[in-house]
């Protein structure tokens, strides 16, 4: 009794171990070199609880090829990217876009220089980012503002000293989020916002516009004025490249639903966490991502078009209907057609029946001679029309042909007896 009672506990443990689902926490690796990200990253995690109880546990790198790696070789299952990378591997996804990384521009002291170019050439310039991603974007950047990277004194950001005075011209650049503790810090200290040519040409066939175009991971952006307590002064024209979310493509489905899911339907909830979540846009069509979407996330964005089968119902509807009018009318034609064509072979059974009567009161060989002939012309009538579909050449033809051999045969005998 006790083996069996054992046995029994034994298999109901089983049983239900397997039918609960083992909960795991998902690795992300987020790219990036700023300590304030976290704030806003902390909400998303916070969110992402709360709402789906989802479990994840974030870990920052600088190295963008170091992310790309751990994420193929299965040791963290997300990785927060900027949307510029690029990679062979079609086993990656995208699960959604997050905060845009935004071109910041800094002078020390006011300057009456407006073209970038000229700006990098003039003074010395202290960069933000150290990274390959950076470095591509940058090199870009060169490019379609004719800017020779040898003409430029570079340092990096942290090399600025915000307690010393300094009389020659200090350039910040950064492609950073905009709640970067250091941006904060530059308005902090009266330094300039630089945009990138004026702001009332944006829309226009502007400076920026040009580059967004040709760098399609990249797109204009407009930093409103008094976004850091009373600065900018005015708005600024500059650049932008969104974070991206990627995952490999044997995430669960349902994992990758439920993250734009919550996001979308949380929105509000993130803004009143970080206000740097309104920035979130989440208008895919109009967006050109390094990676194509997740399955999940496809699943999410399609949940309220029809399925398959209702388009198609409602696309074979009308068809259908027209198909369905169609075939009653072909039908009606048809009755009326089988109806006129017995009405007419009826016709040459009455007047074969009528030949019949006569030929049952002649007394002379003449008279049998003339209903003979009347007999033959009916008979090429009939084969007339029978040639003009206006009866079928089935059963019904067979007996007219009959009862006119039989009539024919009797006038035969008759005449010959005369």
Known sequence: MNKFLFLSISIITILFSSCVEEKRTLKLLKVTEYS???VSDSALIKILKEDKDLDIDISYTLFEEYALNQLNEKKVDLVIIPNNVVSNNLKIKAITTLLPRI???F?????????????FEAGTVYFEDRSILDSVFFKK???????DEKKITSKTAEEI???TENDSLMVYVGLTHINNILVKKMTDHNWSFFSIGDIDNFGKGSRVEGFTMMNTSSYPFVLPKSVYRGKPEKSILTIAIKDILICREDLDENVAYQIPETLIENK??????????NLLDFDFENQVLSFPLHQGT???LERNKPSIWMRYVNMAWPIL???VIFIGALTSFNRKLRKKRKENIEKYYSSLLLIREKSEHLETSNEMTELLHELRTLKSKAIESLANNKFDSGESFNIFLALYTEIKSDLDEDLERK
């Open 36 to 38: 304030s990200s976290k």
């Open 103 to 105: 071109l910041m521009i």
């Open 107 to 119: 002078t020390n002291k006011r300057t009456e220089v407006t073209d970038l170019k000229e700006l």
């Open 141 to 147: 950047l060169y490019y379609n503002f004719n800017i």
């Open 161 to 163: 000293n915000f307690n």
């Open 268 to 277: 509000s909830h993130l803004i009143y966490l970080n206000s740097a979540y």
């Open 298 to 300: 496809r699943n999410y």
């Open 321 to 323: 209907s027209i198909l």
